[in-house]
């Protein structure tokens, strides 16, 4: 029961934060003050307190938010535009997308578009692309993308977490299957 209220919880923190602050006030940086987020958190799931809500922060998986000086955003999915300042990552050779068969085919031919979000989100390992191509499809594919080439084409990749990264839109010349073992 615990761990159902901590998704819904964690889903609706990510609507506010991520795509519609509803009366919260967020700074250039997507943070907003704490206490507001639990005050606004407690309108529709009344038991939560900011033990809950940290613990929603410290056990999502893929590091979903961050919490700093009693200020809390989400690290990336936004659709509403945010600063998240994040810096250039320079050494990746590679990352992976988790996706659907249809999406598959559609991206090999037009490449990673943010759709309806600000970024392309990109997961660090295979294993973690095809979990989060599980969200959409039992049996996701796993697409790779060709970072190095890219950035020498002046694409650039940023961090979000240790398993998500983000890029603007990655054309098609740039993604192909993964193949285990490549």
Same mark, same amino acid.
């Given at each position: 029961?615990k761990e159902?209220l901590?998704?819904?919880?964690?889903k609706?923190?990510?609507?506010?934060l991520?795509?519609k602050? &509803?009366?919260l006030v967020?700074?250039?940086?997507?943070?907003?003050n704490?206490?507001d987020?639990?005050?606004?958190v407690?309108?529709?799931?009344?038991?939560v &307190?900011?033990?809950?809500?940290?613990?929603?922060?410290?056990?999502?998986e893929?590091q979903? =938010?961050?919490i700093?000086?009693k200020k809390i955003r989400a *690290?990336?999915?936004?659709?509403?535009?945010?600063d998240l +300042?994040?810096?250039?990552?320079?050494?990746?050779?590679?990352?992976?997308? +988790?996706?659907t068969p249809?999406a598959a085919s559609r991206? *090999?031919?037009?490449? *990673?578009k943010p759709m309806?979000r600000?970024? !392309?989100?990109l997961?660090?390992?295979?294993e973690v692309a095809r979990?989060?191509?599980r969200?959409?499809?039992r049996n996701p !594919?796993?697409?790779?993308?060709?970072?190095?080439r890219?950035?020498?084409?002046? =694409?650039? =990749?940023?961090?979000a977490?240790?398993?998500v990264y983000?890029?603007q839109?990655?054309?098609?010349?740039?993604?192909?299957f993964?193949r285990? +073992?490549?």
């Open positions: 029961m159902e901590r998704v819904r919880v964690s609706y923190m990510s609507y506010l991520r795509h602050p &509803n009366g967020m700074d250039k940086h997507g943070y907003v704490l206490d987020l639990i005050r606004k407690r309108e529709k799931f009344p038991l &307190n900011d033990d809950f809500i940290r613990e929603v922060v410290e056990k999502s893929r979903r =938010f961050e700093r000086d *690290l990336y999915g936004h659709s509403i535009h945010v +300042g994040l810096k250039e990552d320079k050494s990746r050779r590679v990352l992976y997308h +988790g996706t249809e991206i *090999l031919k037009e490449g *990673l309806g600000r970024w !392309v989100h997961s660090s390992t295979p979990k989060i191509g969200r959409r499809t !594919v796993i697409l790779e993308v060709d970072v190095e890219a950035r020498k084409d002046g =694409f650039r =990749f940023y961090k977490t240790d398993k983000l890029s839109e990655i054309p098609s010349k740039y993604i192909r993964w285990k +073992g490549d």
